[in-house]
């Protein structure tokens, strides 16, 4: 690892690698310059310099409206949302040692919409019941999912091929509550569960904000356990870990950091299993990465959101969309490298 040691007048030394740190300071103010440009787009065009004095204060009562009101939150549950998914997916891909092993592809998002679906669906639920439909769906996949991968351990690709098989049945119940739903709710229900970021406002910031500010700190917080966990787990045993509770902790982290997500911007597809590998790519540094993985995330998401609004002419695409054919893309290029690695 490429780094320096940074040491204490008490003695403790930290030790800092200068690639990785830079590539997270680079990702985030990528995710801020387009947070800023995503504020300026809309019918009401701003440039960059009318945003950030509306942020600070100086815009006009109508600016001030449409920054604070209509485009801020949405910005915010951008940020959030990837920063959650980039995390989970790190944490989920460094659990099962396995770079397929993220929350999209082990049936955890489409936990959580059977969760949502079926609030919305069968009890016309608002903001906050959907919300705990999220919760409970993630967890009740997550905890069924890791009971029937576990056997004597939690083995990569027996986790993978277990959540592949829940997601599967998840989307066929998903697609059944679709066919139980009246005109408005079903509409609704379609939106939401191509992953979109359209009209959201202050009531889904809010406990995004305060599932990311208490988990996001707890998962970073056992970063260099996560890390042990990657050598398996006799090495992490060796070197003093409490494996079981140390990957419940986390991997409950990451379910619930992902129903979040999910419950403000539906299931975004493919977010969680890009940006770890992105990151790591980026930084060239072995584990899993959390921090990078984070701005990663924001800035993917961010980044598809403003495509999706200025690439397509008048057809304005949600965000999950566009994800969903990059990391499609993605996905397909991953499965032959590891067929060729004789991974799979």
């Known amino acids: 690892m490429r780094g320096s040691v940074l040491r204490t007048r008490g003695g403790l030394s930290v030790r800092l690698d200068t690639r990785a740190a830079g590539v997270v300071l680079l990702l985030a103010a990528l995710a801020a310059v387009l947070a800023v440009a995503l504020i300026g787009t809309g019918d009401y065009p701003m440039s960059p310099g009318e945003v950030l004095s509306t942020l600070t204060g100086g815009g006009t009562a109508a600016q001030e409206f449409i920054v604070n009101d209509v485009r801020l939150p949405r ?11 980039g995390i989970a997916g790190a944490v989920f891909q460094s659990v ?8 999209d592809v082990i049936g955890l998002g489409q936990g959580s919409a059977a969760g949502a679906l079926t609030v919305i669906v069968l009890f016309h639920g608002g903001t906050y019941a959907v919300t705990g439909g999220a919760f409970a769906g993630a967890l009740a996949t997550g905890t069924a999912v890791y009971l029937l991968a576990w056997k004597r351990g939690i083995h990569g690709y027996r986790l993978v091929l277990v959540g592949i098989g829940a997601a599967a049945v998840l989307g066929a ?17 379609v939106v939401w569960l191509t992953g979109s970021l359209d009209g959201r406002d202050w009531t889904q910031v809010r406990p995004l904000l305060i599932t990311c500010a208490v988990l996001v ?3 970073l917080g056992r ?18 870990v409490r494996v079981e509770r140390t990957r419940l902790v986390l991997m409950l982290a990451a379910v619930l950091l992902t129903a979040a997500a999910t419950a403000a911007a539906g299931p975004v597809a493919f977010v969680a299993l890009t940006a ?3 990151a790591r790519r980026l930084t060239r540094s072995a584990g899993p990465n959390l921090p990078a993985a984070a701005c ?7 980044g598809a959101d403003w495509a999706a609004q200025r690439l397509f002419g008048d057809r304005l695409l949600p965000a999950g969309v566009v994800t969903g054919m990059l990391g499609g893309g993605y996905l ?13």
């Open 96 to 103: 099962s040692r396995n770079p397929l092993g993220s929350p």
């Open 332 to 344: 397909l290029w991953l499965l032959v490298n590891e067929r060729k690695a004789g991974r799979i």
């Open 276 to 278: 770890p590998q992105l």
């Open 223 to 240: 970063g260099r356990a996560l890390r042990m966990l990657e050598m398996g787990d006799d090495a992490a045993y060796a070197l003093g």
């Open 217 to 219: 700190p707890l998962v």
């Open 296 to 302: 990663m995330g924001a800035t993917l998401l961010i």
């Open 75 to 85: 910005v915010l549950v951008g940020l959030l949302v990837g920063a959650a998914l």
């Open 173 to 189: 119940v998903n697609g059944y509550l679709l066919t139980r739903a009246d005109y408005v709710d079903a509409a609704r229900a």
